[in-house]
């Protein structure tokens, strides 16, 4: 008897994601990084009271740069509601240039800080895969 190739697909991502469900609760990594504005953002201050999605992402990334289209309208749509979005770019020296027009070409809302040297990233996403999200609950 032939079975078809979506019957074992759906476990198989299932098996696949379960590292994701249930794992044990972790606290978040305390950081603080520059803003495109040259403020600073630390994580901290928002802990406790938001919803935090932490998206980390670069402008050579076309996924990312997707991603952050959907991140826009979520946060729009949410943030009313204790939801917030921090991009954490992760471009190095010679890209960062390109961050601050992307963001204001896109008309990006959300907080977008400067991870330059990714000792953020490296907490969060030790293997260095982007685009890679957290998200952190209150």
Known sequence: ?????????????????????????????DFTLETLSGGRLSLSDRLGKEVI?????ATWCTPCKLEMGQLERLYRKYRTRGFTVIAVNVDDSE?????RPFVRQKRFTFPV??????????????????????LIDR
């Open 113 to 134: 800080v400067l991870d330059r040297d990714r000792q953020v990233a490296g907490r969060y996403d030790p293997a260095g895969v982007i685009p890679y999200g957290v």
């Open 53 to 57: 999605y932490l998206s980390f992402w």
């Open 95 to 99: 890209t960062v240039s390109q961050v």
């Open 1 to 29: 008897m032939k079975r078809p190739f979506h019957a074992f697909l759906l476990p198989a991502l299932l098996l696949l994601s379960l590292p994701l469900w249930g794992g044990e609760k972790e606290e978040a990594s």
